[in-house]
């Protein structure tokens, strides 16, 4: 044979013919057609997952039997399976849209990473052992916030506060350590107390038109 003459082979002959799934036995499908019944190997390209009694596609390459597609389903679920790490991409807008529940598992972590992420919903309940949140800015706009917290701390460098009313009851105890009080009060500062002591290490001044004691 001379050196630039290549020897030409046949293609592999395949035949194609339809047979329903009877059992699963470690990813190998046990296919029952009009020949007799065989095992069967699930064809990469065939992303549907077959499942029992569904009506598939088979093909006998190489002495070996592959589903490769989905023909009729037995039932109305279906399923995606892929082996290893996946990757879905497109070049423009990629749209997920349910008519019932929409459900996202992971074993591990769940990441989502884009330059802005809308969120609307008529409800939203989060559960989570441990919240972290970090931003630079924050904007919360709310008709009633409502918390139940057991035990809070808060680190601020500065707090700045306006309301139109404050109504605030303590139970036991409220402690304040201040470097300096300044309060201006337009009106009324009524202060009412069983017992009240006021101590002060330097003096105590009182300055009005009027005071009246007892």
Known sequence: MLNNVISMHSPTTASLFSGHVKKEVKDVFIVQSESGV??????ASCLLQPEVDDKVLLSMTDGELYILAILEKSSQKSKLKFKGDVCLESDAGLSLSSA???????????????????TLSKKHTLTTEQLSAHSQKMTVKSEQVQAHVKELHGM?????QKADQVIRWVETIETLNIGNWVQNIKGTLNSRAKNQVITAKGD????????HMG
């Not at 065989?38 to 064809?43: E, M």
């Not at 019932?100 to 809308?118: C, D, F, G, Y």
């Open 204 to 211: 105590i001044k009182v300055d009005a038109e009027r005071i």
């Open 38 to 43: 065989f095992p069967a190997k699930h064809a």
């Open 156 to 160: 601020f460098e500065r707090v700045y």
């Open 100 to 118: 019932k529940a929409l459900q996202l598992t992971s074993l591990q972590s769940v990441s989502q990473i884009a330059p802005e992420i809308n």
